[in-house]
T-cell receptor, first 116, second 110 residues
Framework: ETGVTQTPRHLVMGMTNKKSLKCEQHLGHNAMYWYKQSAKKPLELMFVYSLEERVENNSVPSRFSPECPNSSHLFLHLHTLQPEDSALYLC???????????????FGPGTRLTVL | QKEVEQNSGPLSVPEGAIASLNCTYSDRGSQSFFWYRQYSGKSPELIMFIYSNGDKEDGRFTAQLNKASQYVSLLIRDSQPSDSATYLCAVSDSNYQLIWGAGTKLIIKP
């Protein structure tokens, strides 16, 4: 069991639904990440928050909306998704860049998302 | 485009042998290098990191880094069936973000 938790673990939603993914870290980190993992592809970085400010947004469609209310919690709000958005969504945390040159990331268990 | 390349495999190794996993990267400014293990249906788990040229050993695992040739490798000695997984290589770019390879699937045959 890692120090990063994610809920729900599995989610099935229709294209018109609105849902949210939640991530919580108990490692004392202050940088958090959302990744998308599709079969046979490298991990795709979606969003990065450092000290609760978004520092990276890799051209992610607006149907994905992140929220970071504090350094321990991260949300990904989903609306009007497409079937190709079906994937494993992973949350990770690390020390912020300015605190350490060592930026090992630790992952939560992921949310398996299926869009019908 | 910053890239990290790995052979997708599968790499099949007999139990007890040495498994050798390789990774090349394109960004010469990269400073930190990581190996993650991912079991099927699970999330990536950090197993090794290396920052300096040369070898770093941790139990049965050895990470090797050659910045001049821009490759990093992972050796697993005395391979066990429980080592069967996909191994992800990740490289930190100049902005300290990780660039990921697609992973190598390793199968240890009893």
């Amino acid at each position: 069991e890692t120090g990063v938790t994610q809920t729900p673990r599995h989610l099935v939603m229709g294209m018109t639904n609105k849902k949210s993914l939640k991530c919580e870290q108990h490692l004392g980190h202050n940088a958090m990440y959302w990744y998308k993992q599709s079969a046979k592809k490298p991990l795709e970085l979606m969003f990065v928050y450092s000290l609760e400010e978004r520092v990276e947004n890799n051209s992610v469609p607006s149907r994905f909306s992140p929220e970071c209310p504090n350094s321990s919690h991260l949300f990904l709000h989903l609306h009007t998704l497409q079937p190709e958005d079906s994937a494993l969504y992973l949350c990770a945390s690390s020390h912020a860049q300015h605190e350490s040159s060592y930026n090992e990331q630790f992952f939560g268990p992921g949310t398996r998302l299926t869009v019908l | 485009q910053k890239e990290v390349e790995q052979n997708s495999g599968p790499l099949s190794v007999p139990e007890g042998a040495i498994a050798s996993l390789n990774c090349t990267y394109s960004d010469r400014g990269s400073q930190s290098f990581f190996w993650y293990r991912q079991y099927s249906g699970k999330s990536p788990e950090l197993i090794m990191f290396i920052y300096s040229n040369g070898d770093k050993e941790d139990g049965r695992f050895t990470a090797q880094l050659n910045k001049a040739s821009q490759y990093v490798s992972l050796l697993i000695r005395d391979s066990q069936p429980s080592d069967s997984a996909t191994y992800l290589c990740a490289v930190s770019d100049s902005n300290y973000q990780l660039i990921w390879g697609a992973g190598t699937k390793l199968i240890i045959k009893p």
